[in-house]
T-cell receptor, first 114, second 111 residues
């Protein structure tokens, strides 16, 4: 069964450093998403991406964040200068259609900012 | 601003019992209400979803009840099994794009 994969599973970084989280969505999917989940809290939407453009983003997704689909298979989330409060589980998701369709989630990358 | 409120935070049910998780929402523009199941170390996975044009949707042992006037919806798990032990998230969306999640319910089903 096709699945979304994410690497690395755990990333530890120093405050102020840049991190890139990587995701490989399901191959025929066209819509891509990033969410985060701070430990013990709810899952929060960050951004959606379609046709090489951001289609929607939340207030969390400020100028420190960027997304890219560099090579047609990977989908990346970059955090330019990490803060302590960026420590969270980051989930990538993808879907084959826009709108009210199932988003398939990856297993997540746990980001720890020291 | 908490768009979707979920309760209880944790739930312990005997095997064979009924598990009930409740959610309430604020935004009347929401028109898609999915429930996600998350096992430790895994991402959330869609369990069942409902649109507001129906009051109930059933898939196997899982049922969503939806009350549009009260702005509430709930997940019922009938004949709960130990394998159902997981964290359950309700969510809501008005675009099908950005999902607003509840805070999650940790369900433990005791054999």
């Amino acid at each position: 069964e096709p699945e979304v994969t994410q690497t690395p599973s755990h990333q530890v970084t120093q405050m102020g450093q840049e991190v890139i989280l990587r995701c490989v969505p399901i191959s025929n999917h066209l819509y891509f998403y990033w969410y985060r989940q701070i430990l013990g809290q709810k899952v929060e939407f960050l951004v959606s991406f379609y046709n090489n453009e951001i289609s929607e983003k939340s207030e969390i997704f400020d100028d420190q964040f960027s997304v890219e689909r560099p090579d047609g298979s990977n989908f990346t989330l970059k955090i330019r200068s990490t803060k302590l409060e960026d420590s969270a589980m980051y989930f990538c998701a993808s879907s084959s259609l826009a709108g009210y369709n199932e988003q398939f989630f990856g297993p997540g990358t746990r980001l720890t900012v020291l | 601003q908490q768009q979707v409120k979920q309760s209880p935070q944790s739930l312990i049910v005997q095997k064979g019992g009924i598990s009930i998780i409740n959610c309430a929402y604020e935004n009347t523009a929401f028109d898609y209400f999915p429930w996600y199941q998350q096992f430790p170390g895994k991402g959330p996975a869609l369990l069942i979803a409902i649109r507001p044009d129906v009051s109930e949707k059933k898939e196997g042992r899982f049922t969503i009840s939806f009350n549009k006037s009260a702005k509430q919806f709930s997940l019922h798990i009938m004949d709960s099994q130990p394998g159902d032990s997981a964290t359950y998230f309700c969510a809501a969306s008005d675009t099908g794009n950005q999902f607003y999640f509840g805070t999650g319910t940790s369900l433990t089903v005791i054999p």
